[in-house]
Structure formats: structure tokens, C-alpha cells
T-cell receptor, first 113, second 114 residues
Framework: GENVEQHPSTLSVQEGDSAVIKCTYS??????FPWYKQELGKRPQLIID?????GEKKDQRIAVTLNKTAKHFSLHITETQPEDSAVYFC????????????FGGGTRVLVKP | GAVVSQHPSWVICKSGTSVKIECRSL??????MFWYRQFPKQSLMLMAT?????????EQGVEKDKFLINHASLTLSTLTVTSAHPEDSSFYIC??????????FGSGTQLSVL
């Protein structure tokens, strides 16, 4: 089955700096890669996603890049703000696996004011 | 759009009792819903896939007789933790698939078994 590795597990950045989270996946058939943000005690919120036919996608301060050959994808947050502090999860899925999402281990991001 | 409602948000029960958790897609129909379990400071672990009108598909290591899933309609899936024990205490969270790929999550249920 699919295996998703996520790094780093914790990330502390100064407000205004950029944050980068990296994930690798094992199943070359995976074709959908969402990112979720989860605040303490709350539900994961979909913040951005990318499909395998696209190399990069941007939404305001958030961007995701995908390298299919290397089987890795990354989340970039620019101009970080304290409200960006949360746990971020990457995930991967493929139609062959019934579109089940496999999640990475999560990255705890702390933005220091 | 794409709102998923989950109830209750928290429940405390005695060991040996059963607890039912409901997951509803409020503004869309979901033929497939997923149930996850999340331990503190850990990732989401898929327990089972709930399919409307058919039996749920359980992940390896998840006891189907322990975690009963019923997906009776296109907007409702329920998870019943039967004969709950303290080790079943966890954060349970459902999700529903929207537009064939995007997954939206319910608010989660914190279960504490005494």
C-alpha cells in the first residue's frame, strides 16, 4: 500500500519568514495530493491540493509543488503569521487504491511573533 | 458547501457500554465516507471505508465486530464502538468525499471510556 513520509515533524519560524514542509510517497499510481491544516482539537481543514498532471499550484501565501519523478511534494507558506501555527498533514491517494487518503505523520508549525 | 457534521463532539462512557457516533454530509450526497482514529499528537489512521448500501471495508487490524459501521443513506454514516474499553478512548473523526476526490472532515468525537 501507499506510504507517506513527512518532514520535519516540528517547525518553528519567525513571523514573516517562510515555512516549507516536505513529503514523499511510495505508490507511483498516486495522483492526488491534498494538504490539511489542523488546529488543536479541531477538524483537519483542506487548504490546498494538487493533482499529478500539475507541477505547482498557488493560493495566496500557500503553494504546493509536485515532483512525480522523485515522488515528493512540498508545501510552502510565505510571510507566515501567528495564525498559521497548527499541525499540517500531507496526504496521497490514487484511484487504484479506491481514492483512500494516506496521511503523512504531520508537522507541528509554530510561528513566533 | 461541502459541510460534514459529526455528533456527538465528546462522550464519556463506562467500560462495557456501546457508543454511537453519527456523521452527516449536510449539503451533498456522499456514497463513500471514511472513519479515522487519531491519538494525541499523531496522524490520522484510517479505520474503515463506509459505502452506502453495502458493507464497510475495514483496514487491517481493525475489528469489524468492535467498530460497527452503517451507511444507511447517502448523507449518513454511523460508527458504533461496541463494548467500549479504556483503550478505545481516542479522537474519532469521519470524512466524506466530495466531487470524487476532495475529502472534508467532520468535527470529530472525543471518546473517553472510564
Amino acid at each position: 500500500g501507499e506510504n507517506v513520509e513527512q518532514h520535519p515533524s516540528t517547525l518553528s519560524v519567525q513571523e514573516g519568514d517562510s515555512a516549507v514542509i516536505k513529503c514523499t510517497y511510495s505508490d507511483s499510481a498516486s495522483n492526488y495530493f491534498p494538504w490539511y491544516k489542523q488546529e488543536l482539537g479541531k477538524r483537519p481543514q483542506l487548504i490546498i491540493d494538487i493533482r499529478s498532471n500539475v507541477g505547482e499550484k498557488k493560493d495566496q501565501r500557500i503553494a504546493v509543488t509536485l515532483n512525480k519523478t522523485a515522488k515528493h511534494f512540498s508545501l510552502h507558506i510565505t510571510e507566515t503569521q501567528p495564525e498559521d501555527s497548527a499541525v499540517y498533514f500531507c496526504a496521497a491517494s490514487s484511484k487504484a487504491a479506491g481514492n483512500k487518503l494516506t496521511f503523512g505523520g504531520g508537522t507541528r508549525v509554530l510561528v513566533k511573533p | 458547501g461541502a459541510v460534514v457534521s459529526q455528533h456527538p463532539s465528546w462522550v464519556i462512557c463506562k467500560s462495557g457500554t456501546s457508543v454511537k457516533i453519527e456523521c452527516r454530509s449536510l449539503d451533498f450526497q456522499a456514497t463513500t465516507m471514511f472513519w479515522y482514529r487519531q491519538f494525541p499528537k499523531q496522524s490520522l489512521m484510517l479505520m474503515a471505508t463506509s459505502n452506502e448500501g453495502s458493507k464497510a471495508t475495514y483496514e487491517q487490524g481493525v475489528e469489524k465486530d468492535k467498530f460497527l459501521i452503517n451507511h444507511a443513506s447517502l448523507t449518513l454514516s454511523t460508527l458504533t464502538v461496541t463494548s467500549a474499553h479504556p483503550e478505545d478512548s481516542s479522537f474519532y473523526i469521519c470524512s466524506a468525499r466530495w466531487s470524487n476526490e476532495k475529502l472534508f472532515f467532520g468535527s470529530g468525537t472525543q471518546l473517553s471510556v472510564l
